[in-house]
């Protein structure tokens, strides 16, 4: 809406600025500003401290400039006439599914490839968030070197290397399927 949209210009403008605000924010900050923020016992969000939601939560907020821009980028290279067909057409609502999402499919699925990878490898926004219930392996790998159990964190950075690997391999071959769709 933030790219395609004509009207509201101002509010198009805070809405691509919040979009791109976490770009400049560290993830140590975002993982602090969650502690404060969800760990206060009158917010009615406090069920979520300590569970994987808060963890998810912190990294779509961490990552989400990125796909956002490249979806925006892709938005922009499609032809602005598709909406004023549609209106003339008289199919606005049916438009964004049947026109929109189907010519930047690629964009949006390669948005969750990066939020998995980055997610997978992420430290600086969830250091401060997870328990001993939502220990996460990026986490547990540097506690492993820490500790001087440079073995034990050498396989899991292995380990880490390859579940990405196995993602990318099968995601790739996922979004051929699609487009041969």
């Known amino acids: 809406m933030i790219e395609r949209e004509k009207d509201y210009i101002v509010v198009r403008k805070i809405g691509y600025f919040l979009s791109i605000l976490p770009n400049a924010l560290p993830g140590l900050t975002i993982g602090l500003a969650y502690i404060f923020f969800f760990n206060s016992k009158d917010n009615i969000l406090n069920f979520l401290y300590g569970s994987f939601g808060i963890i998810i939560l912190a990294n779509i907020v961490h990552f989400f400039a990125t796909p956002f821009l490249a979806i925006t980028a892709r938005l922009k290279t499609l032809d602005s006439e598709y909406e004023t067909i549609s209106n003339i057409m008289g199919v606005p609502k049916k438009f964004f599914l049947k026109v929109i999402i189907p010519l930047s499919i690629d964009s949006i699925l390669e948005s969750f490839s990066y939020y998995f990878i980055n997610s997978m490898i992420t430290i600086s926004a969830v250091i401060f968030l997870y328990t ?7 986490v547990m790998m540097i506690s492993k070197n820490d500790a001087g159990d440079i073995g034990a964190a050498a396989a899991i950075s292995v380990m880490i290397i390859l579940v990405n ?4 391999v099968v995601f790739d071959l996922s979004m051929k399927y699609i487009r041969n769709r």
């Open 132 to 138: 001993t219930k939502t220990r996460l392996i990026s």
């Open 165 to 168: 690997i196995f993602f990318k």
